[in-house]
């Protein structure tokens, strides 16, 4: 037990470091380069030395004493760093999914309606091409028995696939991404996913949560990144090069949201699809064959609480 918890503790301090410290004690040393050096002298690496140089040869940093308790302030600001940077990237998250977008502040909410609109608009735009492409295509094969090029319908499906994968109801493509699965599993299986999930996951072979909760961790840990981008965007005011820096950042942070979102989504609709069955068949629902509509209803149905009302009867 005592091995146990010292692994334990060893892996807490690893993560500790890795996700907190360093990157919070980067952060730090470019913002103390960012006050040292200003707009003015921003690439003066001799300006910036010597500074260091002259915070060496304080009193406080000659001791052994003084030593530590600077080393502790710059591990507890590293730290503070990391914490604020994982902070914002859950405010980055709640951004991308937008899944509680129609109860924002209400600019903030007319923002996402106008999003949505757009968005819809223009993959309603994007689907009637597509539709085009296949009808042209189909009346190329029944006209000289030939499958036309499928250059142009590849195309015009991946001009849709960029805008959603499904007609848009949020403002952002990691948004729909997620709900196009709820989409999905509700026309085709007539499964309620907010309502199945819960029990779905405590029915879930133990390597199928695993690789959803590691492709969960990898989207936290990228949204975390694209809060690392806010907090170094202030201090593109002092100094300019914080802003290539912050911008490479923030296009990271983007590509690996979306990148990841794709995998939990994809994870989520397959674990669906495949152990529905399992949790049906739990649940004592009796069923013979594939998932199906029918499935789904009953599975559905047993599922849903249903609420006491009160009677309207009298007394008497």
């Known amino acids: 037990m005592g091995g146990f918890f010292s692994a334990l503790g060893q892996k807490l301090a690893?993560?500790?470091?890795?996700?907190?410290v360093l990157p919070g004690a980067l952060f730090l040393a470019i913002s103390t380069a960012a006050r040292t050096l200003g707009q003015a002298h921003a690439l003066d690496v001799c300006r910036l030395t010597g500074r260091i140089t002259d915070w060496v040869k304080t009193p406080a940093a000659a001791t052994a004493g003084g030593q530590v308790m600077l080393l502790g302030a710059v591990l507890a600001a590293a730290a503070m760093a990391g914490l604020a940077a994982q902070g914002?990237?859950?405010?980055?998250?709640?951004?991308?999914?937008?899944?509680?977008?129609?109860?924002?502040p209400r600019l903030l909410r007319q923002w996402a309606h106008i999003r949505?609109?757009?968005?819809r608009a223009r993959w309603t735009a994007a689907a009637h091409r597509y539709r085009q492409q296949l009808d042209t295509d189909a009346g190329a094969l029944a006209l000289n028995g030939r499958r036309a090029d499928p250059a142009s319908r590849r195309m015009a499906h991946n001009a849709l696939q960029r805008i959603a994968v499904e007609e848009p109801d949020?403002?952002?493509?990691?948004?729909?991404?997620?709900?196009?699965?709820?989409?999905?599993?509700?026309?085709?299986?007539?499964?309620?996913?907010?309502?199945?999930?819960?029990?779905?996951?405590l029915t879930l072979p133990e390597t199928t949560r695993a690789e959803i909760t590691?492709?969960?961790?990898?989207?936290?840990?990228?949204a975390t990144l694209g809060g690392w981008a806010?907090?170094?965007?202030?201090?593109?005011?002092?100094?300019w090069p914080a802003l290539p820096l912050t911008a490479a950042l923030a296009l990271t942070a983007r590509h690996r949201v979306r990148s990841a979102t794709d995998t939990y989504a994809q994870l989520l609709e397959a674990a669906a699809r495949l152990h529905t069955t399992d949790l049906a068949a739990q649940l004592g629902v009796d069923h013979a064959g594939p998932l199906d509509p029918a499935l789904g209803d009953a599975i559905t149905h047993q599922l849903r609480t249903r609420t006491a009302f009160p009677s309207?009867?009298?007394?008497?």
């Open 14 to 20: 690893e993560r500790w470091l890795t996700l907190l």
């Open 88 to 104: 914002l990237g859950t405010l980055v998250q709640r951004m991308a999914l937008a899944a509680d977008w129609h109860m924002w």
């Open 116 to 119: 949505v609109v757009r968005r």
């Open 170 to 201: 949020r403002p952002t493509w990691s948004g729909d991404r997620i709900h196009a699965v709820t989409v999905r599993l509700e026309r085709d299986h007539h499964l309620d996913l907010p309502l199945l999930w819960p029990h779905l996951w």
């Open 214 to 222: 590691t492709a969960e961790q990898a989207l936290t840990r990228a």
């Open 230 to 239: 806010l907090l170094y965007a202030p201090l593109t005011a002092w100094w």
């Open 312 to 316: 309207t009867s009298g007394p008497g």
